[in-house]
T-cell receptor, first 114, second 109 residues
Framework: IAGITQAPTSQILAAGRRMTLRCTQDMRHNAMYWYRQDLGLGLRLIHY???????GKGEVPDGYSVSRANTDDFPLTLASAVPSQTSVYFC?????????????FGEGSRLTVL | GQNIDQPTEMTATEGAIVQINCTYQTSGFNGLFWYQQHAGEAPTFLSYNVLDGLEEKGRFSSFLSRSKGYSYLLLKELQMKDSASYLCAVRDSNYQLIWGAGTKLIIKP
């Protein structure tokens, strides 16, 4: 089934550890995004990529890094996790420049930092 | 600053009609989206409005007034499976999405 795959779906992590959340899409969308979702807050953009080889900072980029080596993959890395990074992380993709540009979301990665 | 406001929670009865409002203040406007998110799941696209007026899609309709910075999502013939959070998002002049916190809709039999 075409779509976006995230891994892991859930993870408990000790503070200070490094963690990479994986995201792969097979829809050939040019744009990809990482959001975090916390209770009572709207989705907040961490980083985005408009096309392979380029990335940009979103609203809350500190403590996170991304890379976009190819069209399909967009991993998110926490270099040294802190408890405030406990959240649900959603990867999304879209086709920019065509249609509505609606986002397609992965199933999410629930991360707990202790 | 940029802001999206929508009610935190609403309750409605199965078979009834409910209207979820969204007001926004953003730097420019390039479209408004509604997404549905069931508990523990990913958001899924419901509707898109870029021009004023009503867009109808089955039991769901979405309305936009750009001059008032206002939209609503209308759900008719409510079903139990419509229990979910409904997210309003506006694309600003930089083509970035600004998200509301979501409205949790509870459907009672």
């Amino acid at each position: 089934i075409a779509g976006i795959t995230q891994a892991p779906t859930s993870q408990i992590l000790a503070a200070g550890r490094r963690m990479t959340l994986r995201c792969t899409q097979d829809m050939r969308h040019n744009a990809m995004y990482w959001y975090r979702q916390d209770l009572g807050l709207g989705l907040r953009l961490i980083h985005y990529s408009n096309t392979a080889g380029t990335t940009g900072k979103g609203e809350v980029p500190d403590g996170y890094s991304v890379s976009r080596a190819n069209t399909d993959d967009f991993p998110l890395t926490l270099a040294s996790a802190v408890p405030s990074q406990t959240s649900v992380y959603f990867c999304a993709s879209s086709v920019q420049g065509e249609g509505t540009g609606e986002l397609f979301f992965g199933e999410g990665s629930r991360l707990t930092v202790l | 600053g940029q802001n999206i406001d929508q009610p935190t929670e609403m309750t409605a009865t199965e078979g009834a009609i409910v209207q979820i409002n969204c007001t926004y203040q953003t730097s420019g406007f390039n479209g408004l989206f509604w997404y549905q998110q069931h508990a523990g799941e990913a958001p899924t696209f419901l509707s898109y409005n870029v021009l004023d007026g009503l867009e109808e899609k089955g039991r769901f309709s979405s309305f936009l007034s750009r001059s008032k910075g206002y939209s609503y999502l209308l759900l008719k013939e409510l079903q139990m499976k419509d229990s979910a959070s409904y997210l309003c998002a506006v694309r600003d002049s930089n083509y970035q999405l600004i998200w509301g916190a979501g409205t949790k809709l509870i459907i009672k039999p």
